[in-house]
C-alpha cells in the first residue's frame, strides 16, 4: 500500500487488527523488511505499520531535496488521517530522529515511545575532525581550477577520499537529503518530548554511541534507559528475543484491551 501527501508517496504495511497501534520507524537505508522478528511477535496484540523511506525499499525518492521536517509532517499528516488515536512509535536510528519531532514539534499525542539506539544529537567535531573539513574545502575549491575532462574525476576522488560508506552508496539525488538531516541538531526538542520513553542502547554502538542515550536520558523527562552488553547500532537484530521480551514488558503497562 502506499500513503501519499504532497512532500511524497511512501509504500507501507498493515499487521494485525487491535485497537493499539504501533507505528514502526526504521532506521535509515533499511526497509519494512528489517523488523521482520519484531512484528512477528507484537501483531497479535497491536496493529502495526511500518513504512520504506524515499529512495528505500518500494519508496522512490520525490524530485527535491528534502529535510527532517518533511519526514515529520508527512508521518503527523498519516496519523491524523488514518485517525490514530494516541499510537505507540518505536524508531530506531534515524526513525528515532523522526519520533523525537513528531513528539515534540508536532504535538502528535503519543502513549509511548521506544527509540532504539535512536539518532538526533549532532556529535561536537574534534580538532582532528575540524583539520579534515578545512583541508576538503581547500581541495574542493581546486575543481574550479581544473579542465573539465578531469574535474569530474577529481569530484569522484573527494568523494571517496572523504565522505562516509553510507554517503557514497547514495544517488546523487540524495545526497543533499543526506546533508540535511545529518547536520540537523535536534536536542533542543527532547526537553519538549511529553511521552513517555524507553530507550534501548547498545553499549558497544559506534554510530549513535551510548552518551547519545545517557544525554537523552537526562533530558526526557519521563524516560528510562536500558543497555545491552555487547551490542552495538543494530542492538534490536542482535537480540532479538531480548528486546521483544523489554518491549512487552514496557508496553504491557498501558496496554489497551
Excluded at 13 to 34: A, F, H, Q
Excluded at 233 to 242: C, F, K
Aim: aromatic content about 14%.
Amino acid at each position: 500500500m502506499y500513503y501519499k501527501n504532497k512532500t511524497m508517496s511512501l509504500f507501507y504495511e498493515k499487521y494485525g487488527k487491535n485497537k493499539t497501534t504501533i507505528i514502526i520507524l526504521p532506521g535509515w537505508g533499511d526497509t519494512r523488511k528489517t523488523f521482520g522478528c519484531l512484528i512477528k511477535n507484537l501483531e497479535k496484540d497491536y496493529t502495526i505499520y511500518i513504512f520504506d523511506y524515499p529512495g528505500f525499499g518500494k519508496s522512490t525518492f520525490p524530485s527535491k531535496d528534502l529535510t527532517i521536517y518533511d519526514y515529520g509532517e508527512y508521518f503527523k499528516n498519516f496519523i491524523e488521517e488514518k485517525n490514530i488515536k494516541t499510537p505507540i512509535i518505536i524508531g530506531h536510528s534515524f526513525g528515532g530522529r523522526i519520533a523525537i519531532l513528531l513528539s515534540s514539534t508536532y504535538k502528535v499525542n503519543i502513549q509511548q515511545m521506544i527509540l532504539i539506539d535512536a539518532a538526533g544529537i549532532k556529535p561536537k567535531k574534534t580538532w582532528k575532525q575540524y583539520r579534515r573539513q578545512t583541508l576538503y574545502k581547500g581541495l574542493k575549491k581546486l575543481k574550479y581550477l581544473l579542465p573539465s575532462k578531469i574535474k569530474l574525476r577529481y569530484q569522484k576522488w573527494l568523494l571517496k577520499k572523504f565522505s562516509s560508506s553510507d554517503y557514497q552508496a547514495l544517488p546523487s539525488t540524495m545526497m543533499k537529503t543526506f546533508q540535511n538531516i545529518v547536520n540537523e541538531d535536534l536536542t533542543p526538542y527532547l526537553s519538549k518530548i511529553k511521552a513517555e520513553t524507553l530507550l534501548i542502547w547498545g553499549e558497544k554502538d559506534v554510530d549513535t554511541p551510548l552518551s547519545d542515550g545517557i544525554k537523552m536520558e537526562k533530558e526526557i523527562k519521563n524516560s528510562a534507559l536500558i543497555k545491552l552488553k555487547n551490542r552495538t547500532h543494530y542492538s534490536y537484530l542482535e537480540e532479538p528475543l531480548l528486546v521483544i521480551r523489554i518491549l512487552n514488558e514496557f508496553l504491557q503497562e498501558k496496554k489497551i484491551d
